[in-house]
Nanobody, 128 residues
């Protein structure tokens, strides 16, 4: 059974930083790519990062590129999202996700149709 569990959300001021973690079970991180998806209070879910497996590239949405850094620790079965210079528009619920066919990010930060498994999400709130 594939499970993903996010942690590390919270409340931070404009310009602050947070680090999210996503611990997986039932899969190996060297076999699958992992995505981070954000759902803000108004819009639908939108992908922001896709972390390729092993030495494959990581892709970032333009809105977070240069501020967010994704990484992966295969031994700990955990992926991380270091979020710096946070802005109020980064507020939302952050999910990690993967899929049965997601061996690659397919050159995009949001391989939406490939996500079969989702964590429950963590709330990130950035105050102005």
């Amino acid at each position: 059974q594939v499970q993903l569990v996010e942690s590390g959300g919270g409340l931070v001021q404009d310009g602050g930083s947070l680090r999210l973690s996503c611990t997986v079970s039932g899969i190996r991180l060297d076999y699958y790519a992992i995505g981070w998806v954000r759902q803000d209070p108004v819009k639908s879910r939108a992908g922001i990062v896709c972390i390729g497996r092993n030495d494959a590239p990581t892709y970032y949405a333009p809105s977070v590129k240069g501020r967010f850094i994704a990484s992966s620790d295969n031994a700990r079965k955990t992926v991380y999202l270091q979020m710096n210079d946070l802005k109020p528009e980064d507020t939302g619920v952050y999910y990690c996700a993967t899929g049965d066919e997601l061996e690659d990010c397919y050159n995009t930060y949001f391989p939406e149709g490939e996500y079969d498994y989702w964590g429950r999400g963590v709330q990130v709130t950035v105050s102005s």
